[in-house]
C-alpha cells in the first residue's frame, strides 16, 4: 500500500543532509506509509524495538454519498514487524491529544503491531460542517473496514480486532457488518442492551453484587445526600462557579447536575472499584456533609454532569440516544426523593439540538448477529462490573465469554482465572497464528487498559 508522500515530511527531507535524506527517502515503511491515498503521515517517535506514527486518515462523512465531504480521521500506528499481526484497536471514543506510544492486552501477548483509529465525530476526527445523523455503528464499522482494507497491503498476516467498554461494542459492530476484515475479536466488558427499555438485568445486578452490608451502606448514602439536597446543591453551583462551569446547554441547572452525580454514584464505585473499597463508604446516618459531598465527589465527580465535561461525550450520548441504548434503574429505594423521575436518560447529557428519538433496530439486530452467525469472538466481563449485566453471547463458533472473579470495569484476560486465562489467550494466540506468548521487557510500550476514566478526564 503506497501513498503520497507528506507534506511533512517532504519539507523535512528539503532542510536534511544528503546522507540523512537518502536514508529517509529509502525507508521501505514510510514508502509504503506515503502510497496509501488520504493517509498523511503527522509525527514519528522511536522507541526499542518499535516505530511510532501518528496520522490521520481522508474518510467520507457518509459512506452512502461519499463525494458529499470528507474528514481527517485520526489513527496511531504502534509498528514492530511488517510479518507480525496487527491488532485493530477501536477505543469508541477520542484518542489522547498528543498520542503517546501504549499497547492493548492482545498487542503485549502477541508482540503486535497495533493501528489504533479514533471514533468519528469525536474531535478532532469531526467534520467541519457535521451532519449528526451520519453517527451511526454502520457508518464507523465502514470508517474502519476502509482503513482495515488500506493497511492490508502494508500488512499481510493475521489481524485481531480488540477494544473495551464502548470500545468493544465498537468491535463488536465492525465484525457485524464487515465479518471478513479481520480474523478475531477480543470484546473486553462491552455491554450489549438489546431492547433498551428492558433493563431489569441492571437491578437485579444491583440487587445482588457484592455483599448485602456494603449494598445497604451505598443506598443508604445515596438516598441521604438526597435528603440534604437543601445543603449540597450550594456547593455544587460554588464549585462549579469557581470552576467556571455552566449547567444551561445539557443538564439544565446544579440542582438536575446535582441529582443525576448522586444517581450515578453506586454505578460508578462498582464501575471503578472493587468490593474491598466498601469500607471507604460513609455510615450515612452519622457522615458529615464534608464527608458525604467528598465521597460521591471520588467515586463520581460532581462536576461531570456540566456543560464543559459533557462536550467531549456528546458523541457517546448521541449514539446512546439514538441507537446504542443506556441503562435505565428503578431505584426504589430512592422513592420520594427525586425531583426528576425522567432525568436519567441519555438525552439529559446533550444538548437539545443533538437529543434523537431512540431506535431499537440496530442493536436486535447486532445481538440476533451475534448470537447466531459470528464466529472467532471472545468477550472478557468483570464479576462486579455494572455494564456487564447485558453481555452479548455468541455463537459457539469457535467463540467464548469469559468472566474475571471480583473484577470491575478494568476486566481483562490477566484478571480471568488461571484455567480461563489460559484458554483465552491460546485461542487469540491461535486466531493470530502467534506459536508462543511474548516475553515483555521493562522497556517496552506501557500497557493501556482502554477505559475512558471520566472522573480522570473531569479533573484535567
Given amino acids: 500500500m503506497r501513498l503520497r508522500i507528506v507534506a511533512v515530511l517532504c519539507s523535512l527531507l528539503v532542510t536534511l543532509s544528503p546522507a540523512a535524506a537518502a536514508r529517509a527517502a529509502a525507508d521501505p515503511l514510510l514508502d509504503q506509509l506515503a502510497a496509501v491515498p488520504g493517509l498523511t503521515v ?31 480521521q485520526r489513527l ?22 498528543s498520542p503517546r506510544p501504549t499497547q492493548t492486552e492482545p498487542t503485549a501477548l502477541l508482540n503486535a503491531n497495533q493501528l489504533s483509529v479514533e471514533h468519528r465525530f469525536f474531535t478532532p476526527s469531526r467534520p467541519a460542517e457535521a451532519d449528526w445523523s451520519d453517527l451511526t455503528i454502520w457508518q464507523e464499522a465502514t470508517d474502519e473496514h476502509r482503513i482495515v482494507s488500506a493497511f492490508k497491503s502494508v500488512y499481510d498476516g493475521r489481524w485481531i480486532q480488540t477494544g473495551a467498554s464502548k470500545g468493544g461494542m465498537t468491535s463488536v459492530y465492525h465484525r457485524r457488518f464487515y465479518p471478513n476484515d479481520v480474523d478475531g475479536v477480543v470484546a473486553y466488558v462491552a455491554p450489549n442492551d438489546v431492547v433498551n ?17 456494603c449494598r445497604t451502606a451505598l443506598d443508604d448514602v445515596q438516598a441521604e445526600a438526597l435528603r440534604r439536597r437543601d445543603r449540597l446543591v450550594p456547593r455544587v453551583a460554588a464549585d462549579a462557579a469557581a470552576q467556571g462551569r455552566t449547567f444551561e446547554r445539557t443538564i439544565g441547572t446544579a440542582d438536575r447536575s446535582f441529582e443525576m452525580t448522586v444517581l450515578d454514584a453506586v454505578w460508578a464505585f462498582w464501575q471503578y472499584s472493587l468490593e474491598a473499597d466498601c469500607a471507604s463508604v460513609p455510615v450515612a446516618a452519622t457522615a458529615t456533609d464534608d464527608e458525604i459531598y467528598g465521597w460521591i465527589d471520588t467515586v463520581a465527580g460532581w ?9 467531549y ?27 426528576y423521575p425522567g432525568l436519567y436518560t441519555a438525552n439529559s447529557s446533550l444538548p437539545a439540538e443533538l437529543r434523537r428519538h431512540h431506535n431499537p433496530l440496530p442493536m436486535v439486530d447486532v445481538d440476533f448477529w451475534v448470537r447466531t452467525a459470528s464466529q472467532r469472538m471472545l468477550f472478557v466481563y468483570g464479576e462486579n462490573d455494572p455494564w456487564g449485566a447485558e453481555q452479548f453471547t455468541p455463537s459457539r463458533r469457535d467463540s467464548a465469554v469469559f468472566t474475571a472473579p471480583g473484577a470491575n470495569h478494568g476486566a481483562n484476560i490477566s484478571r480471568l482465572n488461571p484455567a480461563d486465562n489460559a484458554a483465552a489467550t491460546a485461542m487469540l494466540r491461535r486466531w493470530a497464528d502467534v506459536p508462543a506468548v511474548a516475553t515483555l521487557s521493562a522497556s517496552d510500550v506501557p500497557l493501556d487498559d482502554m477505559l475512558t476514566d471520566r472522573r480522570r478526564l473531569d479533573r484535567k
Avoid at 507480525?84 to 484518542?95: A, C, K, S
Avoid at 462536576?303 to 462536550?311: G, N, R
Fill in 42 to 72: 503527522v509525527s514519528e517517535t522511536q522507541g526499542t524495538g518499535y516505530r511510532f506514527f501518528v496520522m490521520t486518515y481522508r474518510q467520507p462523512a457518509d459512506h452512502r454519498h461519499p463525494r458529499a465531504g470528507t474528514f481527517e
Fill in 76 to 97: 496511531t500506528l504502534l509498528h514492530r514487524s511488517e510479518a507480525g499481526p496487527v491488532v485493530l484497536y477501536t477505543n469508541g471514543y477520542g484518542l489522547a491529544a
Fill in 197 to 213: 427499555p428492558a433493563d431489569r438485568a441492571y437491578d437485579r445486578f444491583f440487587d445482588t453484587v457484592g455483599t448485602a452490608e
Fill in 303 to 311: 462536576m461531570f454532569y456540566t456543560d464543559q465535561s459533557l462536550e
Fill in 313 to 339: 461525550y456528546f458523541p457517546y450520548y448521541f449514539q446512546a440516544a439514538s441507537q446504542l441504548g443506556w441503562p435505565s434503574l428503578k431505584f426504589e429505594h430512592l422513592r420520594g426523593l427525586r425531583e
